[in-house]
């Protein structure tokens, strides 16, 4: 059977993990956890939390985890889902991304509801760190190679998770299944080793969380950050699934 390799680039804080645990529920589905972020901070050394003690437990190379974990689906299953982020693609080779098995989603958040989110974990973020430049160049680049990558709201997402997944994956051509629905609470032994340190609020879920807007003001010093942040997620979110739509797009026409 063909195997279909879900290529997720997310921004952080954009329940990305809640859909590799998503897609960790269909019985004919494996997962990884951001196989690229040792090589992100080896070569960045980026202020993450416990940064150093990743370094020891990570894959670092990545060309290596491209080759080995991306492009190297375990047996027995036919979709093969990786969690990456979109700026922990640096200093390689994108050409794995033109591979026909693999069909690329971008994960998106409104900045405004994302950003003061992110300084829980990351006190000074960048623009770097928020991913959304990263995101529209990658969008940009896989389009004008021809292919369809995908676009998903993580709003839209929690509005309407079985909508909204099941455009997804009528787009990218593999069946949905209502299993994506549900976990259990608790960690998963996909989890990189970081869990501990972002997925506090994730391990206490069952399920999608309904949607909430955040209530208190903006903060003021993100601002600039917030600046330079919209006119990258207003492109991509022109380009987002929204929960019923139909595009004719099938997947053997996804890339």
Known sequence: MPVTIVNLLSGPRNVSTALMYSFAQRADAAVVDEP?????????????????????????????????????????????????????????????????????????????????????????????????????????????????????????????PSGVLAELCRRIGIPFDPAMLQWEAGPRPEDGPWAKYWYHNLHRSTGFVPFSEKKDPFPDRLRPLLDACLPHYEYLTAHAIRPGSISGQTGSDRR
């Not at 993450?48 to 985890?65: F, K, N, S, V």
């Not at 794995?96 to 994960?107: G, N």
């Not at 992110?118 to 990658?138: F, G, H, I, K, S």
């Open 36 to 160: 690229l972020y040792g090589h992100y901070l080896r070569l960045t050394h980026a202020p993450q939390p416990h940064w150093e003690e990743m370094l020891t437990l990570l894959e670092t190379d990545g060309e290596r985890a491209v080759r080995d974990t991306i492009l190297n689906p375990p047996p027995g299953k036919t979709v093969w889902f990786i969690k990456n982020m979109a700026h922990h693609l640096i200093d390689l080779d994108a050409g794995w991304l033109s591979d026909p098995r693999v069909a690329t989603v971008f994960l998106i958040r409104d900045p405004v509801q994302m950003l003061p989110s992110l300084v829980n974990q990351l006190p000074e973020p960048t623009e770097r760190d928020a991913a959304y430049a990263d995101q529209a160049r990658w969008h940009r680049q896989i389009e004008a190679d021809g292919l369809h990558p995908q676009v998903i709201d993580s709003r839209d997402l929690l509005l309407d």
